[in-house]
């Protein structure tokens, strides 16, 4: 499998991904805003991208499909429930359908709501495990759930699957928030050293050529999975008393969500 992530450049820090197959040249794209600068790396590498997956309806996740659908003739692919949403769908997808790149690609759709209630993430199925994580999972933060989502949905998302994903998986997200994400972090948990260390050496970083996370990484530096932390727990606890002496990790999830809202 071969991954290239492609920049964006808006103001929104969007990532766009191509996914190839070695052997035939084939790709999906994921949520192919930029088509253009997609098309161009395709033709760059050799490949013919043959379908096209949305994570999830929103527009800047959508907004290039009719180009690149009328450029390439890709097969459009997103959650089975979000035909309404995203016109056009050739194929709706959910918990456990695999999507098929080439021969040697294949990659599985996980049904994980909160950011929005229709969204898939990908997991690759190869040696080096990876989640596509579309905007439910960020380097360093988790979705918001403004516009179609729900938090506690996201929660359950969190838990019952991204917790359970191996610490060697690569994390590829929809956007580059990672700077501002690890400075929540530090403003919730001020002694998080692996926080600190990685806000100190990408606060710069060039997103044509991205920091790649790992989930191990995420669950030492990403609020969102520290939700035993004592340091977070207790400044949790410190602006909603109402929670306890023991607030469960799922309270402890949703204010952080809150928090970050207006961050």
């Known amino acids: 499998m071969i991954v290239e992530q492609v920049w964006v450049g808006n103001s929104f820090r969007n990532?766009?991904?191509?996914?190839?197959?070695?052997?035939?040249?084939?790709?999906l794209a994921i949520d192919p805003l930029d088509f253009g600068k997609c098309l161009a790396v395709?033709?760059?590498?050799?490949?013919?991208?043959?379908?096209?997956?949305?994570?999830?309806?929103?527009?800047?996740?959508?907004?290039?499909?009719?180009?690149?659908?009328?450029?390439?003739?890709?097969?459009?692919?997103?959650?089975?429930?979000?035909?309404?949403?995203?016109p056009n769908m050739d194929r709706g997808v959910g918990a456990g359908d695999l999507i098929k790149v080439g021969k040697t690609v294949e990659l599985?759709?996980?049904?994980?709501?909160?950011?929005?209630?229709?969204?898939?993430?990908?997991?690759?199925?190869t040696d080096q495990p990876a989640l596509f994580s579309g905007d439910t999972l960020f380097n360093a933060g988790a979705g918001n759930c403004h516009n179609g989502?729900?938090?506690?949905?996201?929660y359950e998302t969190f838990a019952r699957q991204l917790e359970k994903l191996p610490p060697a998986t690569l994390?590829?997200?929809g956007h580059d928030y990672l700077v501002n994400n690890l400075e929540f972090t530090l403003d919730r948990e001020p002694d998080n050293a692996a926080a600190a260390k990685m806000l100190a050496k990408y606060r710069n970083q060039d997103p044509e050529n991205a920091l790649i996370t790992t989930l191990a990484m995420e669950r030492e530096m990403n609020a969102?999975?520290?939700?035993?932390?004592?340091?977070?727990?207790a400044r949790i606890r410190q602006?909603?008393?109402?929670?306890g002496e023991n607030p469960s990790p799922k309270d402890v999830f949703l204010k952080l969500r809150e928090l970050r809202n207006n961050w």
């Open 171 to 173: 994390l590829y997200p």
């Open 224 to 233: 969102f999975f520290r939700l035993t932390s004592p340091g977070i727990v």
């Open 15 to 27: 990532f766009n991904y191509l996914i190839a197959c070695p052997e035939t040249g084939d790709a």
């Open 108 to 125: 599985e759709c996980l049904d994980t709501p909160g950011h929005t209630m229709s969204h898939i993430c990908l997991r690759s199925h």
């Open 149 to 154: 989502g729900h938090p506690e949905e996201l």
């Open 239 to 243: 602006e909603f008393p109402e929670l």
């Open 42 to 86: 395709a033709r760059r590498n050799g490949w013919n991208i043959t379908q096209i997956l949305n994570t999830h309806e929103h527009g800047d996740h959508t907004g290039g499909n009719k180009a690149m659908v009328a450029a390439t003739g890709a097969k459009l692919i997103a959650h089975a429930n979000a035909g309404k949403r995203i």
